[in-house]
């Protein structure tokens, strides 16, 4: 597909469609006033449990509330699902929902980007799946069909990207997918047979990925965070669990018991981590369907997204440290309006944030080429420049000061020694000083602007100058003093890749020049969201 | 190349920019105004440049900064007397309320000492503060977009591309409106920066800008 086509969304006038076979108004699969249901709950998880075990212990009020609570909320169910009908007429999708207050939501088939599935188990034992219709323009989802069966999802992806394939040539040769749809509706797994597959994960390299991942201790947090939540420290005799715990008392096996307890702690850690990408990126497949990407993956929950090429506006690849030890890297991307954390759900989670969880290093250069037509990156090769020459000096001057704050904090928190906790310190502050010098690094290249830092959980993000909003300068009364400066480059989405380009200890000169380079190189290229 | 037809806008006055004692390279902003001559000199010497010059060939052709309208300091002057009379009939009348119910006591005074402190410091920084802003603002419209300076400690340079433009809008607070002033506000598609704020530019060359971001735009997207 002529990528400049795309964007400038060529649309042929209606005449110039086929006849494409209309989906005739159709309900939603039956199953969707279970989900429907079992989402309204879930918003109200606490009050409707409060309300149902008080009337479960025989409360009158409790009953009367749990009533209140379920009565409307079925009939609002039974009211939607009997009054939402969707259809595919004359090129565009048509949601007709409500009966005294009416909405009609038309879509134009041609401007669809993705069709995203999500199936939980229970999606998958009744053979249904939600559906989620994005548009370029959107910074949420446009439509959000729960629940259609396999067969419902089918037809309206082949109507969808029929539609598509015939205003777009080039994808002709790919049209075949509607047919491989079809065939595919048979088995549960919605996998697109069709395309060319980029990347999957074996087994193996997915249980390592989970190994270098801190997955696991975010799982802690989110124990800790309930277990004070709940309010559970008062009512779980924390002191009396301290109590078997042996004292640490220096002896040989006791030293052993400690250190294997603690060991025994992180491998725990570790084994979580390694859960949770199973759960996540079991069965995950990356593939290339003409200008559109493909990813699916899950083990219980599967998600299934769609994101067109040109959509991509920031590339980012992280290492942590054991994962560069390892020889594997993570890419994230970002896309036109994937909003902030808030916005996001679990297929748009997966596809930006997670979009390829685990690659081997070796394999990189291949996938970057197929996510932006012409894509090198080289990071041995390329030419980056380096921060201004007192950088290190400023960042080692910055520890030192750190670290006597922290010597005086200690000295008047603890008195006696406190004061070394400073002193110690101070070296190892100059040192990471030095390395988080080396790592930070800015690069400018014919299409793109790439900025790597991070010492342990190394970061390198590129965006194009067709995806740059805005270059910016700035200059903190400190970069004054030391004659630096920050340059920032901002796009259309920030979020997922959990890195921005803002490249400080930069010389002041040579960060002006490049904000007023960038800018016009940028000025003289047409934005492109996809 | 596509020079933007706008006046010079709010020209300040020699005194003024004569008056910055810190010197130009102190803030490192661009020189507001190019001495006419000596840019027309550089105009009839492009013929003779080498390729080596193409930089300062480059410089004569941007348009030069210009610095907000002169009316923005009093406007803003203005509106901070009105907050600082404020704060001080506030605290005239704390200290009035406290002297009727108990008297001259140890409380009283430190109230009173407090006062006289926080309402000359807002008093000074109110007078003070908008000229430093003025000193430290400049802004231009080019072929690369919409360039603006600001900040007076934490300054900040930015340019918004003309193509990056989502929509331009002109809005006019009261007391803009009092002094014939307006804020141009400039939205991208951005996420950290999507939005840029050019506040105390005459109303009428606010519209005159937006005016031409808009047509700069449609121009290049037409093509």
Redesign the interface.
């Known amino acids: 597909m002529d990528p400049e086509n795309h964007v400038n969304g060529d649309i042929p006038s209606v005449s110039e469609l086929p006849e494409t076979a209309p989906i005739h108004p159709t309900w939603l699969h039956p199953s969707s006033l279970v989900f429907d249901l079992l989402s309204y709950f879930r918003q109200l998880l606490i009050p409707a449990g409060v309300a149902l075990f008080s009337a479960a212990s025989g409360s009158l009020t409790g009953m009367v509330i749990a009533f209140v609570f379920l009565v409307p909320a079925v009939m609002r169910s039974v009211f939607q699902y009997f009054t939402l009908r969707y259809m595919i007429d004359g090129g565009e999708l048509i949601i007709r929902k409500g009966f005294l207050f009416r909405s009609l939501r038309t879509i134009p088939i041609n401007r669809i980007q993705n069709v995203d599935l999500v199936q939980n188990p229970l999606h998958r034992l009744l053979g249904v799946a939600e559906v989620r219709v994005e548009t370029a323009s959107g910074t949420e989802t446009e439509a959000r069909l729960r629940v259609l069966s396999i067969r419902q999802v089918v037809a309206l992806r082949r109507e969808i990207f029929r539609e598509q394939d015939v205003t777009s040539p080039e994808n002709a040769g790919i049209s075949s997918h509607g047919e491989n749809l079809i065939t595919e509706s048979t088995s549960t797994h919605l996998r697109d047979v069709d395309g060319r597959t980029l990347v999957t994960i074996p087994m193996e390299r997915l249980l390592r990925a989970g190994l270098a991942s801190d997955r696991g201790m975010l799982l802690i947090g989110v124990v800790v965070g309930l277990f004070w939540q709940l309010d559970l420290e008062n009512q779980v005799d924390l002191r009396g669990l301290l109590r078997f715990i042996p004292q640490f008392d220096g002896t040989v096996w006791n030293t052993f018991i400690w250190t294997a307890a603690i060991l025994g702690v992180l491998l725990l850690l570790r084994i979580l981590g390694v859960f949770w990408y199973l759960l996540r990126f079991y069965d995950y497949r990356l593939s290339r369907f003409g200008e559109d990407l493909r990813v699916s993956c899950g083990l219980f929950t599967r998600v299934s997204a769609t994101i067109p090429r040109n959509r991509i506006q920031f590339i980012s690849i992280h290492r942590t440290f054991l994962m560069k030890w390892m020889g594997l890297a993570a890419v994230r991307i970002e896309t036109?309006g994937s909003g902030g954390g808030q916005a996001e759900n679990a297929s748009s989670t997966v596809s930006r944030r997670w979009f390829v969880p685990v690659i081997p290093e070796q394999m990189l250069p291949e996938l970057l080429s197929e996510l932006r037509s012409g894509l090198t990156l080289d990071e041995h090769q390329l030419a980056w420049q380096p921060l201004a020459t007192n950088a290190l000096s400023r960042m080692i001057r910055m520890s030192v000061v750190g670290s006597l704050i922290l010597g005086v904090a200690g000295y008047f928190a603890i008195h006696a020694w406190g004061w070394i906790a400073g002193l110690v310190a101070m070296p190892l502050l100059a040192w990471w000083s030095r390395k988080k010098s080396k790592a930070m690094r800015y690069c400018r290249t014919d299409d793109k602007i790439v900025y790597r830092n991070g010492v342990l959980h190394r970061k390198t993000s590129m965006t194009f100058f067709d995806k740059?909003?805005?270059?910016?300068?700035?200059?903190?009364?400190f970069d004054?003093r030391w004659n630096q400066g920050r340059l920032?480059v901002?796009?259309?989405?920030?979020?997922p890749a959990e890195h921005?380009i803002s490249v400080r200890f930069l010389d002041?000169e040579f960060a002006?020049a490049e904000?007023?380079h960038i800018?016009?190189i940028?000025?003289t290229?047409?934005?492109d969201?996809g | 190349m596509q020079n933007p037809p706008i006046e010079p806008e709010g020209e300040p006055p020699d005194d003024l920019i004569n008056e910055n004692q810190f010197g130009e390279n102190h803030f490192g902003l661009p020189e507001t105004r190019v001495a006419t001559p000596v840019q027309e000199a550089l105009k009839l010497a492009v013929g003779e440049l080498e390729v080596g010059e193409l930089a300062v060939l480059e410089t004569v052709k941007e348009p030069q900064f210009y610095t907000l309208d002169l009316r923005f300091i009093k406007s803003e002057r203005l509106g901070n007397t009105i907050f600082t009379a404020v704060l001080l009939l506030g605290a005239l009348t704390w200290i009035a309320i406290r002297w009727w119910m108990h008297g001259i006591d140890l409380f009283l005074e430190i109230l009173t000492g407090a006062s006289v402190v926080v309402v000359a410091f807002v008093a000074l920084f109110s007078w003070i503060w908008p000229r430093k802003n003025y000193e430290h603002t400049r802004w231009r419209a080019s072929d690369t977009g919409l360039e603006v300076h600001k900040g007076v400690f934490w300054q900040h340079r930015i340019i918004v591309p003309m193509s990056r433009v989502q929509h331009a809008d002109v809005t006019q607070g009261p007391m803009q409106r009092l002094f014939g002033l307006g804020t141009l506000v400039v939205h991208t598609a951005g996420t950290s920066h999507a939005s840029v704020e050019l506040a105390g530019i005459d109303h009428q060359a606010a519209i005159e800008v937006r005016d031409l971001i808009i047509r700069f735009r449609s121009i290049e997207l037409g093509s």
């Open positions: 036109a740059v909003q805005t270059a910016r300068f700035e200059q903190s009364p004054r920032v901002d796009t259309a989405a920030a979020g921005v002041a002006k904000f007023r800018s016009a940028a000025s290229m047409q934005p969201f």
